[in-house]
């Protein structure tokens, strides 16, 4: 292949990819300006700002807030708010729980042996492996059954049962999120020189102040890094969110799937756009955080 | 106080080989070291001195046998409840923190007050010489600050005994002859008990005040350098610091300070000295001497003289290198270039006859295990 061929190769496969990548996620933006509320075709800007929304047959012709009618739809939007309060919910409650388990856990796989700890290992890749959906039928069978049976034998009955929502979904999170955790922090303690430790026990520190002082600040980005990608993993679920929930327990992407079976305004996009600059906003942060990681020590 | 800083009584460390096999890291030690002494633990790696070292300190606990710290059996007391402290050979130095944090770490942890903390960090830093480094953090330092506040970290804790883990290993050669004598003079200054682990023979000659050479988790000989270098008690001590030549041999007369040994390759009897205890007439034995120690001259007539051909000469600056053949046997012979020529390999040439004078001082009759 001769050099300019080569560079020809590459001008097609950048535009492909990024084309395939990023044109969806532009015109899903583009889309949520849209002026037309069926949202099937660009029928352009929202023209004009006035007192009150004013529309012509499908087409909003002007807004209090101009351009921006579909975000401000949204804010008023009663479910999207609790949707919204739903998702950042359990995102938080299921990272902070998540990121503790899964830093003692690789703390323990770093710094112990025991007979199992092979199998230990291997266990925290099956979460990440096998299909979410097969994890999620799994998980509901398991609330299912133990609802039934408890729910059974206190013999409760009417609202006072067991059953889905909130707190099933954040166990759910957390299940699946501590492998992700434990690994990311895993990878972090492969070069932490255990003479750390020993200095500052040396130095008169006991276990714990060891931890609190020395091994935890050392190995932070590191754990921050496991919370940051645990909870941009919680607030996308859909699968295991799915099957795991229950009355006012929605979700933001289980909300929009709803939506979506009904009809789809540019409210949806609106939504959409939001929520990808928060992910966004969080997966910068954490670049940030690793590439901090990654300058030389000494 | 008592007499002996530190002492390891018949101590084991097994360890469990990736393998499944048992290995004894440090295999039945017994050890004192004396309050107040420049201690060093010689030998190449795996040998056991860090295992040693690592007991010591508490990072490790004895398989068998049992140490002792100013008297005090340490049984499974943690590292942070003993009196001694520890330089590392990575220095370990807290990346997060500045090096006045991290000289004021382990003062914080018994909790003396801040006034006294600032007090104490700035005179430790006074005397590693790094005063106005203390906001630094450990990355900005080069190697040799980094060794200094390793060093101020674990000084400022006034221990009984400081542990020193191959301090100068990561320091350039000039560097690690300067750090040698600043060592060597601050343990004098001070008066702590120092316990050196090392590799470098050179290094522990230097700054010792007794040296335990091991071997195999084994302590292969304990003295002060003359005696480890001048009477090794064994063939591996007498080869692993600095360099000696070996013959073999059986002991035909043997008394308290002369043994006559038969050589077959030279046959003929060399009179020497009995360096290992426990000789006996008859045993099959070494004999041991140094290069520097063979004398070469034109023609001699006194005791231990052999005739020999010169094989080759190799000019270092200081010394000549010389190869001298008696028969079969092959001897090094180092010679000090004391007169100033300008063809100093002159003075012999290849395949030139001489006569080599071995004194039976410089000629050790070692058991042969």
Redesign the interface.
């Known amino acids: 292949m001769n050099p300019h061929r080569r560079s020809l190769f590459i001008l097609v496969a950048t535009v492909l990819v990024y084309t395939f990548l990023y044109a969806p996620i532009v015109g899903l933006i583009l889309y949520s300006f849209n002026s037309s509320r069926t949202n099937v075709t660009f029928e352009g800007f929202i023209p004009s700002f006035s007192g009150r929304v004013v529309m012509e047959g499908s087409l909003v012709k002007s807004s209090p807030c101009g351009p921006f009618h579909w975000y401000c739809d949204l804010a008023k939007n009663a479910d999207v708010l609790e949707a919204a309060g739903n998702t950042l919910t359990i995102a938080f409650i299921a990272t902070i729980v998540s990121t503790i388990i899964g830093t003692m856990a690789a703390l323990a796989l770093q710094r112990y042996e025991f007979k199992i700890k092979p199998f230990t290992q291997l266990s925290l890749y099956i979460p990440i492996v096998i299909p979410e959906i097969v994890m999620g039928i799994g998980i509901l069978t398991l609330f299912s059954q133990f609802f039934g049976w408890f729910n059974g034998l206190l013999g409760l009955t009417g609202d006072a049962r067991l059953s889905m929502g909130i707190v099933t979904v954040t166990i759910s999170h957390i299940a699946f999120m501590v492998p992700f955790v434990t690994l990311v922090v895993q990878a972090r303690l492969q070069g932490f020189?255990k003479?750390?430790e020993?200095?500052?026990?040396?130095?008169?520190?006991?276990e714990w102040?060891t931890f609190r002082?020395?091994t935890f600040?050392?190995i932070l980005p590191g754990v921050l890094s496991g919370a940051l990608l645990a909870f941009t993993l919680s607030l996308d679920d859909f699968v295991i969110t799915f099957f795991t929930n229950g009355p006012g327990s929605t979700t933001l992407p289980i909300y929009v799937y709803g939506l979506l079976r009904r009809i789809i305004t540019p409210q949806v996009n609106a939504l959409s756009t939001v929520w990808i600059l928060i992910v966004f906003l969080v997966v910068l942060l954490l670049q940030w955080l690793q590439s901090r990681e990654a300058k030389p020590?000494? | 106080m008592n007499e002996f800083a530190v002492e390891l009584r018949d101590v084991v460390k097994k360890f469990i080989t990736p393998e499944g096999n048992e290995l004894n890291a440090v295999d039945h030690v017994d050890m004192q070291i004396r309050n107040g002494e420049f201690f060093s633990m010689l030998g190449s790696s795996g040998c056991g001195k860090t295992t040693s070292l690592r007991m010591i300190?508490?990072?490790e606990w004895p398989t068998e046998g049992e140490v002792y710290i100013e008297g005090k059996l340490m049984g499974h007391t943690?590292?942070?409840q003993r009196k001694?402290?520890?330089v590392?050979?990575?220095y370990?130095?807290?990346?997060?923190m500045s090096v006045y944090q991290n000289v004021a770490?382990?003062l914080e942890?018994?909790g003396a007050h801040r006034d006294e903390i600032k007090k104490r960090v700035m005179r430790a830093l006074e005397m590693v010489q790094l005063t106005g480094m203390e906001n630094r953090r450990p990355?900005q330092l080069s190697g040799g600050q980094q060794q200094r506040v390793a060093l101020a970290?674990?000084l400022v804790?006034t221990p009984d005994v400081l542990l020193l883990d191959e301090p100068l290993g990561a320091l350039d050669l000039k560097l690690r002859k300067e750090m040698q004598l600043e060592l060597k003079a601050l343990q004098q200054q001070l008066g702590i008990t120092f316990i050196y682990v090392t590799h470098d023979q050179e290094e522990a000659l230097t700054m010792s005040d007794r040296i335990a050479v091991m071997s195999r988790g084994k302590v292969m000989q304990m003295g002060t350098p003359v005696e480890i270098y001048e009477r090794p008690r064994n063939r591996f001590v007498a080869e692993f610091i600095g360099e000696s030549n070996f013959l073999e041999g059986q002991i035909k007369s043997l008394s308290a300070n002369e043994a006559s040994v038969f050589i077959p390759a030279l046959n003929a009897e060399v009179t020497g000295t009995p360096a290992s205890e426990g000789l006996v007439n008859g045993e099959q034995v070494f004999v041991s001497i140094r290069p520097e120690k063979i004398h070469l001259t034109e023609h001699s007539e006194r005791l231990n003289t052999f005739e020999g051909e010169i094989a080759s000469t190799v000019y270092i600056g200081s010394n000549t290198h010389v190869v001298v053949h008696i028969g079969d046997v092959r001897l090094k012979v180092w010679e000090q270039n004391r007169i100033s020529r300008l063809e100093p390999s002159s003075f012999y040439t290849n395949g030139q006859k001489v006569d080599l004078m071995l004194m039976p001082e410089n000629t050790l009759v070692l058991k042969k295990d």
């Open positions: 020189d003479a750390y020993e200095a500052a026990m040396d130095l008169g520190a006991n102040i002082r020395v600040p050392m020590q000494h | 300190a508490g990072f943690p590292p942070f001694v402290n520890t590392f050979q990575s370990a130095l807290f990346q997060h770490f382990g942890m018994e990355k970290r674990a804790k």
